[in-house]
């Protein structure tokens, strides 16, 4: 039995993988690298870090460039598994083909893109999906809150959300306005979901999106917002995420390897490692897991 989970440091937040080529950190030192999804970070960063205290002799790297940017990666060869907050794009799929790169999705959790505002405000609980097609449209009209609705105050709004190489930017922009990439450019921008907390948490007219784990990891710096998609407002929450009540922003996260990469006895092993750790460190960092079931499927894919 390995060892338990156990919590993340401060600085972790959420998790992405990716194997690359056989490298070594220091003298015979197996290493494994992955970058990818802001979002799947915290999760990754904890795996990881478990990971070392059970073999202080392998090493795995983990950086955080969003979901295009560590995809771009794996396709390069430079990095072994991709996390990544959405599946890979036709277009990403035929990139890694060109480079001789064949990829293996594995779901790792689930996650629900999440409507913030500042903490203080007090006049606003829930979003219609109209609503926020109309905020976030390319070509938006809305610059106060009294433009959203005429009962909200005369206030400047003042946009945060993720940048366009992150797969949060493509699940929000398609589930909302109805089309991948298309969003209004006027907004603090940033792939990096701890900058966007901050800027919300700072501003008293922001309003902002991002994964639902740093939504759990600020709870007091933040309020979060129902969305009403058609059925009346409902909150993200394990619950609905993993019931998809919390339509159309829940989604799935994963895990993107070069089927390469699996031929390398540290990639096999640290892969089977986190799908055996994945629903502790799901609840640790915000996401909601799989059913044990789908756990137990994969691990035995990658043994086969």
Known sequence: MRARLHAPSLAATLIALLPIAGCVAGVGEPIVRTDGSSTVYP????????????????RV?????????????????????AHASRPPTAAEEANCAGGGIELVLLPLAL???????????AFVDCLTLDELRRIW????????????????PNRPLELFGAGPGSGTFDSFTDAVVGR???????????????????????????????????????RDRLKLLAVDGGNGCVLPEPST???GRYRPLSRSLYLVVSRSALTRAVVRDYLDFVLEQAPEAARRTGS????????????????A
């Open 137 to 152: 449209a390319p070509g938006s009209a809305v610059r106060t809150w009294r433009d959203i609705r005429a009962e909200f």
């Open 61 to 81: 790297v983990v950086s955080r460039s969003g979901t295009g940017g560590g995809l771009s990666r794996l396709c390069a060869g430079e990095i072994d598994i």
């Open 111 to 121: 996650d629900g893109v999440s409507v913030v505002t500042h903490r203080d405000n």
């Open 288 to 303: 909601i897991a799989l059913p044990d079931s789908e756990y137990r499927r994969l691990r035995a894919e990658l043994e």
């Open 241 to 243: 995420i993993a019931s």
């Open 180 to 218: 991948r990439a298309a969003s209004r450019t006027d907004y603090q921008a940033s792939e990096d979901d701890n900058v966007l907390v901050q800027g919300v948490a700072g501003d008293p007219g922001a309003l902002g999106y991002f994964g639902y784990g740093y939504v759990v990891a600020n």
């Open 43 to 58: 999760m990754a960063e904890a795996l990881a870090e478990a990971y070392r205290e059970v073999e202080p002799f392998s």
